[in-house]
Structure formats: structure tokens, C-alpha cells
């Protein structure tokens, strides 16, 4: 049987005051839309700090949105500013 390696999330993908965590780790039964769980939605634009893994075209100036490190991922405010990425 074959194992996946972790996934390796990259701090610099972030907002400021935010970590990035695997939606798989957040996600319920009864959450519903994934949105939901993640902190940063309320400043959410779809332009800057992605959260899906896939890539898509800016309909602002036709750049490439994605993350770079290729995981999909909800925003969670951290707990203090010392907080270490993706501790």
C-alpha cells in the first residue's frame, strides 16, 4: 500500500495574521460551504491569497492565480502575532 506524503503548506501564501490549513483538516458534516470555516473570508476577493489548489486566469489582467504549493486550504487567524507558520 502506498503512502502520501504530508503536504507542505507554504507560509508565504497567506495573509498577514493568517495560516493556511489543508480544508481537509477543518471540514464537517454539517459546515456546509467550506467558506465558512475559513477567518480571512470576510476580506476575500479571489485575487490575492488563493485557496484552491488549481489554477485560473485573472479576469483583472489576465495573470495566473495559484498556489503555489498546490494545496487547498482555509485561513485561520493565528492565535498570537509569535505564532510560527503552519504550527
Not at 493556511?20 to 491569497?49: M, P, Q, Y
Not at 489576465?62 to 485561520?76: A, I, M, N, P, Y
Request: net charge neutral.
Amino acid at each position: 500500500m502506498q503512502q502520501q506524503a504530508p503536504a507542505v503548506l507554504d507560509p508565504n501564501e497567506a495573509p498577514e495574521g493568517f495560516i493556511a490549513v489543508l480544508k481537509s483538516d477543518v471540514v464537517t458534516g454539517s459546515l456546509g460551504n467550506i467558506c465558512r470555516a475559513c477567518d480571512w473570508r470576510s476580506a476575500c476577493n479571489g485575487f490575492e491569497h488563493r485557496c484552491m489548489p488549481y489554477t485560473v486566469i485573472s479576469s483583472r489582467d489576465g495573470r495566473e492565480l495559484k498556489r503555489l504549493d498546490g494545496c487547498s486550504v482555509v485561513f485561520k487567524r493565528r492565535a498570537t502575532p509569535d505564532e510560527a507558520p503552519n504550527s
